[in-house]
């Protein structure tokens, strides 16, 4: 059946909705929590007067930008604009530093972090796990499934905990924090600054390799078991075909495709989790600067950062969404 | 509820794989009994360690600090003079109970919506799905940090709260799937034909049947639950007066304690929540091979 409008435009409407309640709930809960978070921000910005130069301007500039006096239904509509622009306004620790540049600067590491162990740990897993339902894989391959139930289950900051004691503390073969030497490293693509990438990166990527691949082994094995059972492959081992062959394109190819919905679903906490592994090695992504946001009440960035981590897995999962079709054909798109 | 299991039963043994399910009928459900005793084990130790070490070793000061393992200290001293062991003691009950009432709020709200709109259906069934998909896709722990930013939590209470915003929509949507399946059975059609009302059949007539799925559900939400809040707590937006294995992680961390070498502050929470993490993941898995027979013929399927 593949893409049909309908599907294309519903897919298209939860994106927009994704959004519109990620924008909406950042503009609430500031505006209902206790304390009046607004308040605090001007006051922090008027207690950093005496260091910040035309402090007054400033706290002009955010009345004017919150527009703090309009009627709250104004304030919502002027705040869906400065969305569109991707304005956020000015980080309160890092003044004069806009939001969104903070977030920028942090968006390249994040998401090359993430599309870097997402893809190896779904490649590696869906094999290992379609190996590890395979009845000619080699022994040792089958009695890996307690291995990656355990890996599985424990969460990445934890196994963050462990790598970087042992890797950075006691054998000391990668650094135990990244942001304070990576800002020296030479800019561009030079030799020097892919290995110092690779040196910084290793350990954040490894801690959520480690618990990905485990899950995405888990869950292919599973359908591979159900997929070997079908009577057309039994079809296809007595046409006498290669077993490499059934494997793969009889076994794997349809396998694969649940583990594709999978993917789309688990995208959200790949990214929860790694803004915590972020924090754990100072690695420099959007995490950390969520996580520095935080400790300094930087209400801008938090927002901007959020906002911009919501769209980016929005953004991929309906990628995921719209392909899918092309890969799997049988699925039908009309209403359940 | 015996029919449809005789019902369920025999599909299953009509279907290829029969041979197989009908050969190892007797399924001892390895997983959930290893998970029980993992979790199991750490309730006692959470209940009862407390009343062994009792509270003297919480005291700020109270003894020297840092100090590694020894007799007095079994575990060592923090950086703050505090006995590590009675602090584990003391945080593994609390950490529980954040998962028990998020995973609890989340499945209670999830079982109510899954079941009234599989069973209703209609166009509260279009709001509720899509409201699911919608924070299915938003990465939790973004959402979560705003709301822990603005509302500075104060209790473990507040924080579970906070924490089942995100663990309803799994819930929902299984019990959902499960109700429409359900809904086409005999025993469903007889009731209607009796005349009970709709609210009636959904809650008397489904309920009972969706029982392990709910459980599953429940287990998956603590664990999920334990895993957000403990997140939440290591960028430090959590209750710091009431010990937690979250704190404890947060308060190592952030003193340092692993590139200090002070791996008896770190390590046992780090150990104690593998345990927890480990064990929940066998239970629901049980709870799924339980409540899934096709998973049941699976995990037989693949080890031969």
């Known amino acids: 059946m593949g893409l049909t409008p309908g599907y294309i435009a519903r897919r298209l409407l939860l994106y927009v909705l994704i959004i519109w309640v990620t924008a909406s709930l950042n ?33 002009a500039e955010y009345r004017r930008m919150f527009g703090l006096d309009d009627p709250l239904w104004l304030q919502y509509v002027k705040y869906l604009g400065n969305l569109l622009r991707l304005e956020f306004g000015y980080s309160i620790a890092n003044f004069p530093a806009r939001a969104m540049t903070i977030v920028a600067r942090g968006l390249p590491w994040t998401i090359g972090l993430l599309t870097f162990t997402t893809v190896l740990s779904f490649v590696l897993g869906v094999v290992l796990g379609a190996l590890m339902a395979w009845p000619r894989s080699p022994g ?54 892919i290995g110092e990438v690779i040196y910084y990166s290793t350990l954040p990527a490894l801690s959520i390799l480690l618990s990905s691949v485990g899950g995405w082994a888990l869950g292919m094995r599973g359908m591979m078991v159900t997929t070997l059972g079908q009577d057309y492959l039994m079809l296809a081992e007595a046409k006498g075909l290669h077993p490499a062959r059934v494997f793969v394109w009889y076994g794997m190819r349809n396998a694969i495709l649940p583990q594709v919905t999978s993917l789309a679903i688990a995208l959200g906490h790949i990214v929860s989790g790694a803004v915590i ?50 890969l799997d054909p049988r699925i039908s798109y009309a209403r359940r | 509820m015996a029919g449809l299991a005789e019902q369920v039963l025999t599909q299953v043994r009509t279907l290829p ?142 924080m579970a709260l906070i924490v089942a915003l995100f663990s309803w929509p799994y819930p929902t949507r299984a019990i959902r799937a499960q109700t429409l399946a359900l809904r086409e059975q005999v025993f469903v059609q007889l009731a209607k034909l009796s005349g009970r009302s ?55 961390f952030n003193a340092g304690a692993l590139i200090r070498g ?17 064990g929940l993941f066998l239970i629901s898995m049980g709870l799924d091979e339980i409540a899934n027979p096709r998973l049941r013929r699976q995990r037989i399927g693949g080890a031969p």
């Open chain 2, 262 to 278: 002070l791996w008896w502050w770190w390590a046992p929470p780090t150990v104690v929540l593998a345990v927890l993490f480990l």
């Open chain 1, 140 to 193: 040792v391959v089958r009695r890996l499934v307690p291995v990656a139930m355990v890996l599985a289950a424990i969460p990445y900051y934890l196994k963050a905990l462990i790598l970087l004691y042992f890797f950075a503390f006691t054998w000391a073969i990668f650094p135990s924090f990244g942001t304070e030497q990576i800002g020296r490293v030479a800019r561009g693509f030079t030799l020097e600054r």
């Open chain 2, 17 to 158: 794989g029969g041979r197989l399910a009908r050969r190892t009928a007797r399924v001892r459900n390895g997983p959930l009994v290893v998970g029980v005793l993992l979790v199991g084990a750490l309730v006692v130790l959470g209940l009862a360690g407390p009343l062994v070490v009792g509270t003297a070793g919480l005291q700020l000061g109270g003894a020297e600090f840092r100090v590694p393992p020894s007799a007095a200290h079994p575990l060592g001293t923090d950086t703050t003079g505090r006995d590590v062991l009675t602090f584990l003691l003391h945080a593994i009950i609390p950490s529980l109970v954040i998962g028990l009432i998020a995973g609890g709020a989340g499945t209670l709200t999830g079982t109510a919506l899954g079941l009234l709109t599989g069973y209703l259906r209609g166009p509260v069934d279009t709001v509720v799905r899509t409201a699911a998909d919608i924070a299915m896709t938003i990465p939790s722990l973004a959402v979560l940090v705003v709301i822990s930013a603005f509302v500075r939590t104060t209790s473990i209470e507040l």
């Open chain 1, 27 to 59: 503009f609430i809960i500031p505006r209902f929590a206790p304390g009046d978070p607004m308040a605090t921000m001007i006051g922090r910005m008027e207690q950093q007067g005496a260091r910040v130069e035309n402090s007054a301007a400033i706290i």
């Open chain 1, 277 to 326: 592994v972020e924090l754990l090695f100072s690695y420099p992504g959007v995490g950390y600067r969520l996580y520095q946001a935080i400790t300094s009440n930087d209400y801008p960035v938090i927002q901007a950062v959020t906002f911009i981590l919501v769209v980016s897995v929005a953004t991929a999962v309906l990628l995921i969404d719209l392909l899918y079709p092309r």
């Open chain 2, 198 to 252: 709709e609210v009636a059949i959904a809650f008397l007539e489904l309920l009972p049947n969706l029982l392990p799925y709910i459980m599953a559900g429940f287990v998956g939400a603590v664990n999920g639950g334990i895993l957000a809040s403990v997140g939440l707590q290591l960028l430090g937006l959590g209750p710091r007066h009431v010990p937690t294995l979250g704190l404890m992680l947060e308060e190592a």
